[in-house]
């Protein structure tokens, strides 16, 4: 059987084996919020979930202080994105946003046989916002997707930029905030995204609240487009247990902030002890440090120390590296001062 000629160049989503070392590489958070496990009580096996995943937006709902009707849930921000363009996206239309950022834009792009055109960022990996807004103006995408903070590259884009942007072109503006909580939150749209009739925001359970394995996301817009995403999710798309799991999540949102504060000041003293090594560094504003290394490389030394990371080779020779807990950052920091001195 031929594949749709559209997903030729496609290839499986490339996950990494289990590994026992230290993982460094998926910007997932430790297991803070049920590291004893999770008991399911009065759980109704036999029923299939709450489609409309009630009692879950409520939580959310309280949580981030606005309606309910402006929240759709979702199984993992992931199903989110590619809901977004099968509802949204005709086959040839162009989706936008920059380059380098989080692949699967590109990939569900390419699953629903429309264009993508990635923006090169510039050398230090920050924005040139007037440019891309002339290259949208020009180009006219139906879709465009800012992911702020930018996963793998970490830089967060200013609410006033976003803004023009959004006021600058007609096309559905998704900013994905997956790793929002560990960034400066003045600078979320979660709060106002939904007053606008072409915005999404987008956020997940998989970073802040350490909840990767549960595929729980989100997204925030106005009811209309939530309407119009609803009429194309699958039936009972998202599991009960996941459900109930983040409702739990979200009763302990205080054990959250502490671990998110815990996180950044990790983070900035990794970043502090990094600047000291021959590597080129940039701010992050997420859960995870970006570096460069021309002249070594660093995957296959950290791996054969029992560290792993994420290896680019666009932009050639960057890595991503996790916020680990301080005592996995010093294991890192050490094994990189071997390998780099
Ligand atoms: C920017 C960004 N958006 C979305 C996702 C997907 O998150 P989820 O686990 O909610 O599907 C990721 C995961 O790494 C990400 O980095």
Known sequence: MDIKTTLTSLKPYQVEPPFEGIRLDANETRNFLFPEGFFLKDFEFHRYPDHQAIELRQGLSQYL????????????????????????AEKDDLIMSFEPTFSMYRIYATLYGTQYIGFPLNDDYT???????????????????????????????KKEDILKIIQATNALVVIDEAYIEFANPEDSLSQEGFVHDNVIVLRTFSKAFGLASIRLGYMIANETIINQVNRVKSPYHLNQVSQRIGLEALSQCNQVKDEINAVVQRRDSLYQKLLTLPITLYPSSGNFLFIESPNKDLYAPLLARGIRIRAYQNPKSSYRITIGTQEENEILYQALKEILL
């Open 65 to 88: 202080s606005i309606d309910l009707k402006y929240i759709l849930e979702g199984n993992g921000s992931s199903e989110l994105i590619e809901l977004i363009i099968k509802t949204f």
């Open 127 to 157: 924005l040139d916002v007037p440019k891309f807004m002339e290259e949208v103006t020009l180009n006219q995408p139906k879709i465009l997707f800012l992911c702020t903070p930018n996963n793998p590259t970490g830089g967060q884009l």
